[in-house]
């Protein structure tokens, strides 16, 4: 049997966040060189940005009543 930590789990989520941010932020810099500087690219910008900051609140919430040192067996 292979047992580790949760903390693995949390490891690859962060890597993931941080993969995420670095294409976000690519993306709303092609879009605020390239694309037009009109409401409609700035309200898509906000919604996204909420939603982001929406799911990552959400996480927060649910990751605090985990206790990441248990173990998994596999």
């Given at each position: 049997?292979?047992?580790?930590?949760?903390?693995?789990?949390?490891?690859?989520?962060g890597?993931?966040?941080?993969?995420f941010?670095?294409?976000?932020?690519?993306?709303?810099?092609h879009?605020?060189?390239?694309?037009?500087?009109n409401?409609?690219?700035?309200?898509?910008?906000?919604?996204?940005?909420?939603?982001?900051?929406?799911?990552?609140?959400?996480?927060?919430?649910?990751?605090?009543?985990?206790?990441?040192?248990?173990?998994?067996?596999?």
């Amino acid at each position: 049997m292979i047992e580790f930590s949760l903390t693995v789990f949390l490891v690859i989520y962060g890597l993931g966040v941080v993969l995420f941010f670095i294409f976000a932020i690519i993306n709303m810099l092609h879009l605020f060189y390239y694309g037009f500087l009109n409401f409609e690219s700035y309200f898509v910008t906000f919604l996204f940005l909420a939603a982001t900051i929406l799911v990552l609140f959400i996480t927060y919430k649910l990751g605090i009543a985990i206790d990441w040192n248990q173990t998994f067996t596999i």
